[in-house]
């Protein structure tokens, strides 16, 4: 999740970076514009929720088809920030030793082991990514409760409540727009954009580049989710027909919307962000 990523590494970075020097405002403007990579780079919610309103395209294909691109983004936002810093003369962290890269390794070999677990057994055919996700909750919980104790057992049902409203909310969310999805496709709307599309030119670059320019637009004004709910039923029969794999398109759908999580006016990363850094908006 984005607008958790920008909660806990901006809750950790800001006050560090501001200890050294840094500008409040780009610190969080790194920490906001950094957050989508996690919708890309999997395990991504966001894939398993376009997997499940398009009934179904493989999640393990989705996870492996994010990699690149979430690699890219990461890439060209580290250069960009590294520019940045430098023309500013930001300071740069001494260059730790092998001893202590090797006990920092030490001490996140057993978080890190979430990733092994989640990945390798999805897209090693192990586990769905329903089975997947089950698993993750019984290997966090056991660190959390025997191996760092952060949590007790008399935290549990406070957790569980909180996770069944997150949960119930998105699935009312997916129901909604499944319902949606076969109105619309009774009243012949996918194919009336379709057509309207078409019309502009039948070039599939010159169509995919309008779609993205929409999905962009879109992102900015909507949240995430809903979103993906009511516009992957009317784009992926477009793109379909231009003979676009629907893998393919979750990725691009997914990378044009996480750019409208932090802009304004409705960017659910940006307010996180800013709220974290304790830096205005308009910084």
Do not use: W
Not at 111 to 124: D, E, F, T, W
Not at 218 to 247: C, H, N, S, W, Y
Request: include cysteine; charge should be neutral.
């Amino acid at each position: 999740s984005a607008v958790a990523s920008a909660a806990a590494v901006g809750g950790v970075m800001s006050p560090l970076q501001k200890k050294e020097g840094y500008d409040p405002a780009y610190s969080a403007a790194v920490n906001i514009a950094s957050c989508p990579t996690g919708l890309l780079i999997p395990p991504s919610t966001t894939f398993i929720v376009y997997s499940l309103i398009t009934n179904g395209t493989s999640i393990a294909a989705l996870f492996v088809a994010g990699y690149v691109p979430g690699i890219l983004m990461g890439l060209g936002l580290m250069t960009v920030a590294g520019i940045i810093a430098k023309k500013r003369g930001y300071p740069v962290a001494p260059r730790p030793s092998m001893r202590e890269v090797a006990q920092r390794t030490a001490d996140a070999i057993l978080p890190l082991g979430l990733i092994v677990i989640v990945m390798g057994g999805i897209i090693g055919g192990i586990f769905t990514a329903t089975e997947a996700s089950a698993a993750a909750v019984v290997y966090t919980l056991f660190l959390a409760l025997v191996v760092y104790r952060e949590i007790g057992v008399r935290d549990l049902p406070g957790i569980i409540l909180e996770s069944a409203v997150t949960t119930s909310i998105v699935l009312l969310m997916i129901g909604c727009s499944i319902a949606m999805s076969k109105v619309m496709a009774f009243a012949d709307i996918p194919y009336t954009v379709s057509d309207a599309l078409l019309a502009i030119s039948e070039n599939p670059l010159v169509l995919l580049l309008v779609i993205n320019i929409a999905l962009l637009v879109v992102g900015t004004f909507m949240d995430m989710t809903p979103a993906l709910l009511i516009f992957t039923p009317i784009f992926l029969p477009v793109v379909k027909d231009l003979g676009m794999d629907p893998v393919h398109f979750g990725v691009v759908m997914t990378f044009n919307l996480c750019i409208g999580i932090c802009t304004p006016p409705v960017g659910s990363a940006l307010f996180v962000g800013c709220s974290v850094a304790k830096v205005s908006i308009g910084q």
